[in-house]
Structures are given as structure tokens and as C-alpha cells.
């Protein structure tokens, strides 16, 4: 082969690649800048006023002595008729508010409470702040399943399009130094290779940390994460007695209600046989309704059971299983600062305490615990930590702490400088191709892909990996397919689609 040949070869390949990185790059552009911003406004938020408020503050007084939770939950249900307690999360330092989610017929309310005096601070709807709906906007773009695949698919294309950026800007720049860091050989004169020496070089510092972030964030996603993944992942349940079911016992002689002196039809003891076939998983018991705060590897995991013969080392028979003597329970046995305790729901609902990064309890995922107590007996049913986890569950978990950034000061600086970087990759990128464009004013319409003149071949020796990575993620090659069944059917048969897209 003649080195004009050659030439031409290598060409053609960059040509290819440069038009699938450009196809993946118009699709992923858009949400990515949405991805961005809303992982801003989270940021923002959970470090200013916190997730349902819990940043609020309070005056201290000089004792430091708190009132009973029973009193504080008692005032926080006086907010609703006819109401009840979900969850009670503790202050996170010594001058912020103690939170409630209570619940009655069409609400769901979260109440921030004085710890001191008992006082209500402020009540509003559960997950309805400016976090949540960043979040909602992050996770589904608020269409539900259909965002959630959405998201998905651009997370799946965008780890096509790193790879194919890599190739792109390793053959311009031809070693890994000069990707990362112009030299006196870059020019930078005209705008179009300014811009086109920020994308590559900023996509290429950040470009691992984006393809964490595109995995990591998939593991939450509803056929990657919670179809494939989170479900030969999930923790073993039968650690617990989960499955199969064990034989109940009868604790009529031994029950004072978790319901702060009022009585409580739901905190009746255990009946034989009244233990459902299948209990609920952590995720349905626990999360209030798109918000995540169970640990990812809990998620899919059923719930233990009230009622069982299971568990040791609990609450002292003779101390009566109410939301205080759980409360200092939990304190002696470790939790600190600020922590989640999720009530018994129904005859066979059990007390949940827990503290992990993911919900902003503490900074680092290695502290996670989760605890599980009996509501009749005051066994432990089951103490989880971070050393429990398989192997991805503990990469979920640092994960997710990275992702989120709480981590402390310097995660939160390093995913706000992450999130402006991948802003700025993505306005560079179309910066390239508005400046690329033909000159001539009917030339102007449509995508104007690279190369758009020229009859490009696959190559296979690249489009083999690519489509290796886009099967391990289905939503990708569930687009990938579309987009080719969608160009042949139509866009192909169609002058003025052809000539707009094409």
C-alpha cells in the first residue's frame, strides 16, 4: 500500500469516528448540560438549607438539654388530623432542627421541630424543596420511567463518545502529555482551534472522572442499575432469617407501644401465621418516593420481620420499646450526630436506624450502618456496615459520596469545578460546529455532520469495542439500533430529512 493510499486510509477512519462522535455528541450535549446544572443546584442546596430543611437553625439554650422525642414527635403530629409517624431524623449539629415525616389521608408532611422546646418550626410537604426537584429533574427529568431511560441512554452513549473523543484528540495531539497540556505547537489564533484545544484538553482531564460518574450514576438506573446490577448485587437477607420465614413466637406478655403514650391498633402483638410470604425490600419500605435513602446495596434486599424468633443483643426486656428508649438504644451502641430511625409500619414492621453518606447523615461511606430491631422483642435483627457490603456495594457507596460530594469542603469544590467543566466541554463542542459550518446560506440548514460529502465505511477494528460497551449497556444499543432503523427507514428515503440531518 503506497503511503498516498495509507493516507487516505487513516482519513477515512478519523472521518468515521469524528461523525460518531459528533452524532453521540448532539444526542448527550443537552442532558449532559442538564445533568450539570441540576448536580449544581443539589450541591448548592444540600450544603445551604439541606434536604427537607434540615440545615434550619435553632437557639441553644445554655442547658443543652433536649425535650423528649415523644414530646417533639407529639407536637409535630398535632400539625395533621389524624396522623402518624413515619420517621424521625435527629438534629444534625447542636443548633439545627430535628425533622418528622408524618403522614394522614392526602398528605405527607416533613416537620422541623425545636429539639429544646418542642416547638414546630416549620412544616411542609415531603421531598417539595428546591433539592428534591433537582433531584427529580437529575434522576427522570420528571417524566418518570420514560426520563429514567433517557438519562440512561445518555449516560450509556456518553461513555461511546469519551472513547471516541479519546481517538479524536490522541490523533491530533499524538502522546497523553500533549492532550492534557498545550503546548507551543497549539494553535490557538483562530477561534474554531481555541475552542477545539479547550474541549479536547478539559475532556481529557475530566474524562475519567465523567466515565465514574456515567457508571456510577447507572447503577441507580432502572434496566442497567436495578435490572441487571443492583440485582445480583443486593445484600443476602437470609443473613437474617429472611428466607425461608421463621416460625413466630407470641409476645403478648412483653409490648409498650412505640406510639408515645397513645394507643396504637398497628403496635398489636404478632399473631402466628399473620407473617406475609414476602416482605417488602428496603427500597419500597424505606425511600419516600423518588428520593434514594437507602444504601444502593440494600435497595432490592427484603425487609426483616417484627415477630420472629431472630436477633439478639437489643433492647433489655424490661424497659418498654418506645420512640425514646430506641432513641438512647442507638446512642449506646454508636450512632452519632445525626441519624434516620424509620418507625414499625404494620404488625410486622420493624424499627430502622440508619446513617450513611448517601442521605447526608455523615461524610464517609465507610461509616454506614444500618440497624434493624424487632418492635415486640427489641432484638437486633440484623446490624449492617460498610464492611458487610459485596464489592460493589462498597463501590456504590464511595461512589455515591464522590458523586454527591460529601466528602466535605474539598468534594463539594471538586464536583462544582467537575460540573462547569463538563458545561463549558459541551458549549465548546457546539461553539466547533456552529464555527464549522459551510458558509452558504442553503448549506447552513440542517446538522452538517463532519465529513458530510463523503461515503464513509464502518470501521470495524473501532465500531467492534463500541458496540462490546454499548451491549453491557442495553439502552445504548437499544438507540443505536433505533437511530439505524430510523436512518434507513426514513431519513434515508426522505430529501429534505436526508439533507437536514445527513
Not at 310 to 333: L, S
Request: charged residues 15%; proline residues 6%; aromatic residues 10%.
Amino acid at each position: 500500500m503506497n503511503r498516498q493510499s495509507l493516507q487516505s486510509d487513516n482519513n477515512q477512519r478519523y472521518f468515521t469516528v469524528w461523525r460518531w462522535h459528533f452524532y453521540a455528541g448532539m444526542f448527550v450535549a443537552p442532558f449532559l448540560i442538564i445533568l450539570a446544572c441540576t448536580g449544581l443546584g443539589m450541591i448548592l442546596m444540600s450544603n445551604t438549607l439541606g434536604r427537607d430543611n434540615d440545615r434550619l437553625t435553632v437557639p441553644t439554650p445554655e442547658s443543652m438539654v433536649q425535650a423528649p422525642v415523644a414530646t417533639q414527635a407529639k407536637n409535630a403530629l398535632g400539625t395533621l388530623p389524624d396522623s402518624t409517624l413515619i420517621k424521625y431524623i435527629s438534629p444534625r449539629e447542636s443548633d439545627t432542627v430535628a425533622l418528622f415525616q408524618v403522614v394522614s389521608e392526602g398528605h405527607d408532611n416533613m416537620v422541623a421541630v425545636n429539639p429544646y422546646t418542642a416547638e414546630v418550626v416549620t412544616s411542609t410537604p415531603t421531598n417539595s424543596d428546591l433539592y428534591s426537584t433537582f433531584d427529580d429533574i437529575h434522576s427522570d427529568l420528571l417524566l418518570g420511567r420514560v426520563g429514567d431511560y433517557i438519562q440512561e441512554t445518555t449516560a450509556s452513549l456518553t461513555i461511546l463518545m469519551i472513547l471516541t473523543g479519546w481517538y479524536l484528540w490522541w490523533k491530533k495531539r499524538k502522546s497523553v502529555k500533549a492532550m492534557l497540556i498545550p503546548d507551543d505547537n497549539t494553535t490557538l489564533k483562530k477561534k474554531r482551534s481555541f475552542f477545539r484545544t479547550i474541549h479536547g484538553t478539559l475532556g481529557s482531564w475530566i474524562s475519567i472522572v465523567l466515565l465514574f460518574f456515567c457508571i456510577s450514576g447507572m447503577a441507580w438506573a432502572g434496566i442497567w442499575g436495578e435490572r441487571i446490577v443492583q440485582a445480583w448485587s443486593q445484600f443476602p437477607a437470609g443473613k437474617w432469617g429472611v428466607a425461608p420465614i421463621p416460625l413466630s413466637i407470641d409476645h403478648s406478655q412483653h409490648h409498650v407501644g412505640m406510639d408515645m403514650d397513645m394507643d396504637n391498633a398497628d403496635a398489636a402483638p404478632h399473631v402466628h401465621g399473620a407473617t406475609p410470604a414476602i416482605a417488602p425490600t428496603h427500597g419500597d419500605a424505606l425511600n419516600t418516593g423518588s428520593t434514594k435513602d437507602v444504601p444502593w446495596v440494600l435497595e432490592l434486599t427484603p425487609m426483616p420481620v417484627s415477630g420472629t424468633t431472630m436477633g439478639e443483643n437489643g433492647i433489655a426486656p424490661n424497659i418498654p420499646i418506645m420512640i425514646d428508649t430506641v432513641d438512647r438504644f442507638v446512642r449506646e451502641i454508636g450512632f452519632k450526630g445525626r441519624y434516620q430511625m424509620n418507625l414499625p409500619q404494620g404488625a410486622t414492621g420493624v424499627w430502622t436506624i440508619s446513617q450513611d453518606s448517601m442521605s447526608y447523615d455523615m461524610k464517609s461511606p465507610t461509616a454506614d450502618r444500618t440497624v434493624h430491631i424487632d418492635r415486640y422483642s427489641g432484638n437486633v435483627l440484623a446490624d449492617i456496615r460498610f464492611d458487610d457490603y459485596n464489592a460493589f456495594g462498597k463501590f456504590m457507596a464511595a461512589g455515591a459520596a464522590i458523586h454527591m460530594g460529601t466528602l466535605g469542603l474539598w468534594s463539594v469544590l471538586a464536583n462544582v469545578l467537575f460540573c462547569l467543566s463538563v458545561i463549558a466541554i459541551c458549549v465548546s463542542g457546539y461553539v466547533m460546529w456552529w464555527k464549522r459550518r459551510p458558509r452558504g446560506i442553503d448549506e447552513r440548514i440542517g446538522l452538517n455532520p463532519p465529513a458530510r460529502h463523503l461515503t464513509l465505511s464502518v470501521w470495524w477494528p473501532f465500531a467492534i469495542p463500541l458496540l462490546i460497551v454499548a451491549l453491557i449497556f442495553p439502552t445504548a444499543i437499544i438507540a443505536i439500533v433505533a437511530i439505524a432503523l430510523l436512518d434507513f427507514l426514513v431519513v434515508s428515503r426522505v430529501d429534505f430529512l436526508r439533507k437536514l440531518l445527513k
